[in-house]
Each structure stands twice: as structure tokens, then as C-alpha cells.
């Protein structure tokens, strides 16, 4: 079995993974959103969210896979800031397992998480769309003090605003990663995908890096949503998939927080 689809079949367990967790989740129902009836959680928990972040950054991946196989590195990028995102915001809301206070930015977080896009949904053009966020660096600081034990919180924050920063480059179309496209013989722009080149080894390796990096943060999950059956399948998932990528085998949690560190430094050497 080759790396791509290697890629595939772990994301493809990863989810499995996390379908016998959804009812951890809490109950679904229909309910009216505007003039439309949608899908909503009957309980809007702060577990809920990290599963919920956990379930979109296998999708993004799984999308990421795609986009490798026709050569489209840039946008993988983009979707990798995505993925970078949804990892840190569940260790940002995993803290509480470990400290028993939940942060006035965690609770913030958690409304405008389930807040909806109008807050006049019959009405969007009248709806006055108010938000008030979390400053990013909040959330690199509140990583900083979880990782305390096994890291230096000010080198942890830089480390993981440092690699929000390079990817943010793939999301707004900065110079430095617009011209990663341009090359060849004769020199040119290469706006369909650039299969053939090196970047797409280099891509694939960032992917299992990213794929390593979301079954850590899942074990978390696990904790969170209090599915510690669930804790033992994805550590053995993540334990295969190092063996077959090469990645340093770790298995503690404060280990698994310093090769998620060691992930990180990957991303941007």
C-alpha cells in the first residue's frame, strides 16, 4: 500500500472512530433555523465542540488527499491553516479535564461557536451578524499553559503562531507562496496542479504530518466527550500509522504533546 493511500484508509478509520462516539455527542433533532429547518444539538457543550471540530478537520483532510492526487498543493495549504485551527481549538477547550476551571475564554468561545451565522434568521440582510471572538493569541496562550509541563509556554505559542502565520500565507494568496507555483522549463505558472514537481513529495509528507497531529488531538476528544473506550482503538490507530510512516513512536500524553510539538517544527522547516 502506497503513503496516498495509506493516507486514506487511516482517515477512513479515524472516522469510523469517531461515528461510534457520536452519540457521546448528545441527541439531534430538526428544529427551525429562519425559514428553513435544520439539523441542531439539543446540548451545546464544550465537548460537543471538540468533537464537532474533530469531525470537520477528517473532512478537510479527506479533501486534502484529493487535492494531492491531482497536484493542487496550494489549496492544500489553505485547508491545512483549516486543519492547523480545528487541532488547536480542541486542546484549547480539552484544559478544563486537566484544571477543573473553564476560562472566560473558553466560554466565550463555546457562544460564538454555537451562535447562529443571523441573529434574525427570516431576516439575514437585518440581522446585525455581532460577534465578538476570541483573540487567536488567547488561544495560543491558553495551549502554552496546557503544555506547560513538557514545554515553555512562550516557545509553544510562538510555535504555534508561527505555523498559523506561514499557513495563512496558502489562505490570503500572499507573494511568497503564489510564486511556489511558478517554475519549470520554460519557467511558468503552473495553475492546474503541479504534479511532477517537488513540492508534491513535500506535501505528502506535510499531510501525515497533519494526519499524526489530528489523532492526538482525538485522543483528547475522547477525554473530553468521557469515551475512554474509544482512547485505546485511537492510540492503536495512531501507533500503526507511525510504524508505517516512520513517525517517532510515543505513547504518554505528555510525550504525545511533545511530538506535537515536534509536528509543528516540521510544518515550517
Known amino acids: 500500500m502506497n503513503i496516498d493511500e ?17 452519540h457521546a455527542a448528545g441527541p439531534v433533532h430538526v428544529g427551525d433555523v429562519g425559514q428553513s429547518r435544520q439539523f441542531r444539538h439539543e ?35 489553505a485547508l491545512c491553516r483549516m486543519v492547523d485551527d480545528f ?11 486537566t484544571d477543573d476551571k473553564v476560562s472566560n475564554d473558553q466560554i466565550l468561545f463555546r457562544k460564538n461557536f454555537y451562535q447562529e451565522e443571523f441573529d434574525r434568521p427570516s431576516d439575514p440582510l437585518r440581522s446585525a451578524q455581532k460577534r465578538n471572538p476570541v483573540v487567536t493569541k488567547d488561544i495560543f496562550s491558553t495551549f502554552g499553559k496546557f503544555a ?19 499557513f495563512s500565507g496558502y489562505v490570503h494568496g500572499a507573494y511568497p507562496q503564489i510564486m511556489e507555483m511558478y517554475g519549470g522549463s520554460p519557467p511558468h505558472f503552473h495553475m492546474s496542479g503541479m504534479l511532477g514537481t517537488p513540492l508534491i513529495d513535500y506535501w505528502r509528507n ?9 489523532i492526538m488531538a482525538s485522543v ?29 513512536h510515543e505513547q504518554k500524553p505528555s510525550e504525545m504533546l511533545k511530538q506535537y510539538k515536534q509536528q509543528c517544527k516540521t510544518q515550517i522547516g
Open 6 to 22: 495509506h493516507l486514506t484508509q487511516t482517515l477512513s478509520q479515524l472516522e469510523k472512530l469517531y461515528q461510534a462516539m457520536d
Open 43 to 77: 446540548n451545546c457543550t464544550d465537548a460537543l465542540a471538540c468533537y464537532l471540530k474533530g469531525v470537520k478537520a477528517i473532512s478537510t483532510l479527506n479533501a486534502c488527499v484529493v487535492l494531492l492526487r491531482v497536484g493542487h498543493v496550494q489549496e492544500i495549504g
Open 87 to 97: 487541532c488547536n481549538e480542541i486542546l484549547f477547550l480539552v484544559v478544563p479535564v
Open 148 to 166: 506547560k509541563e513538557v514545554l515553555n509556554p512562550s516557545d509553544a505559542q510562538e510555535l504555534v503562531r508561527t505555523v498559523h502565520q506561514y
Open 206 to 214: 506535510q499531510l501525515i504530518t497533519y494526519v499524526a497531529r489530528l
Open 220 to 248: 483528547f476528544v475522547t477525554k473530553k466527550l468521557g469515551m475512554h473506550e474509544q482512547e485505546a482503538p485511537i492510540q492503536a490507530l495512531l501507533e500503526e500509522f507511525r510504524e508505517c510512516t516512520g513517525i517517532k
